[in-house]
């Protein structure tokens, strides 16, 4: 199984969701950048569940960091690694038999057979994006402080009205059900000129790494979809001033697949969680027929609230792989 990303910032990642542990090796992050455990607990705290629509399964994410000499990056590799503490493997036994549908056990039992680990979703599970939250740490170091990130859940359900968004929540998980969302993730103090045209483009190795992200269907720059319903008149952006200041931004930060200096705005779209507690009727391996299948376990309703940072780090990882590539 393949699980590498990189050509300047090199990216392995190990372990499963109810391995012993889950790591990510980085190579390539320059010397001489402070790094400390400090550094990872806002975004760690960020992903990880307590809110109503997310799973109970609770685990501290206490990062063990390899590689970091006197409290600054020696140029060499960095290990960030965490024990999984809370699993229940019990929970999943039935899936090869009754695969879950929208879910990859079908897919990874016919791929890869029975050596691989389908407990909890395996590597395929979103808890696996712990690692990419730690890597994106990493990354915003990288880049440096004058680059700044923000990002926020634009809509959950269909509904891009925030003040609705806990009951649009509320409502799903009382029904047994789960919602999806949008991610909206925007960078200020980009320099121009990061990607490349065509393979390296600024979209491509940012959509790469997004698309890496467990229930990520869909990624817009700009304007997106909304701007193909524009005139090029309508939705062309005007350069203002002599440092190439757009009066609007429907590009996204992005000409000819590189960075122009205005703020990088992509936008995600994440599914509903697949597993859901309501019963569905999908074919069962076992009985050769369509059975009614009620699947266990800890769960989120609305997976795209732990997302959002998530987006957040794997955009900030593709821009570092740019920065070190320019």
Same mark, same amino acid.
């Given at each position: ?17 109810h391995?012993?542990r ?9 010397a ?18 307590g809110?109503? $629509? ?5 685990? &501290?994410?206490?990062? !063990? =960091?390899? %590689?970091? @000499? #006197? ?30 549908p929208?879910h990859v056990?079908?897919?990874?039992d ?25 890597a994106?740490?990493?990354?915003k170091?990288?880049? $440096?402080?004058g680059?700044k990130f923000? &990002?926020?859940i634009? !809509? =959950?359900? %269909?509904? @891009? #009205? ?7 929540i ?8 789960s919602?999806?969302?949008v991610?909206?993730?925007?960078v ?11 393979f390296?483009?600024?979209?491509s190795?940012?959509?790469?790494l ?7 269907k869909?990624v ?5 979809f909304?701007g ?10 005007r350069?203002?001033d ?10 996204g930060?992005?000409?000819?697949g ?18 859901i507690a309501?019963?569905q009727?999908?074919f069962?391996?076992?009985s050769?027929?369509?059975e ?19 987006v957040?780090?794997?955009t ?8 070190l590539?320019?």
């Amino acid at each position: 199984m393949h699980n590498t990303f990189g050509q300047a910032l090199k990216l392995e990642i190990s372990g499963a969701s109810h391995a012993e542990r889950i790591a990510i090796r980085i190579d390539g992050v320059p010397a001489g950048i402070p790094l400390c455990t400090d550094d990872f607990t806002a975004d760690l705290a960020a992903r990880r569940a307590g809110a109503m $629509g997310t799973t109970p399964r609770r685990e &501290s994410d206490t990062p !063990e =960091i390899e %590689g970091i @000499r #006197d409290g600054v990056t020696d140029g060499g590799t960095i290990t960030v690694s965490f024990r999984n503490e809370n699993t229940r493997s019990g929970d999943y036994s039935q899936f090869r038999r009754h695969p879950r549908p929208s879910h990859v056990d079908f897919v990874a039992d016919r791929k890869y057979g029975d050596a691989i680990d389908l407990r909890g979703g395996g590597q395929f599970s979103g808890r696996m994006t712990v690692a990419l939250v730690a890597a994106g740490v990493v990354a915003k170091k990288i880049l $440096g402080d004058g680059v700044k990130f923000t &990002s926020e859940i634009v !809509e =959950i359900g %269909g509904c @891009r #009205d925030s003040s609705r968004f806990a009951d649009i929540i509320t409502d799903a998980v009382a029904d047994g059900d789960s919602v999806g969302g949008v991610v909206e993730c925007r960078v200020e103090g980009l320099p121009m000129g990061l990607g490349e045209p065509f393979f390296d483009s600024a979209e491509s190795v940012i959509s790469h790494l997004l698309f890496s992200v467990p229930a990520v269907k869909g990624v817009e720059f700009g304007s997106g979809f909304e701007g193909v319903r524009l005139r090029g008149s309508q939705r062309n952006d005007r350069i203002i001033d002599a440092r190439g200041t757009t009066a609007t931004n429907n590009e996204g930060g992005i000409n000819g697949g590189i960075t122009n200096g205005n703020p990088l705005v992509v936008r995600v779209a994440v599914k509903p969680t697949p597993s859901i507690a309501l019963p569905q009727e999908t074919f069962d391996f076992g009985s050769g027929r369509i059975e009614p299948l009620v699947i266990g376990g800890r769960h989120d309703s609305c997976i795209v609230l732990r997302a959002r940072i998530v987006v957040e780090a794997v955009t900030a990882i593709a821009l570092a792989e740019l920065k070190l590539m320019s």
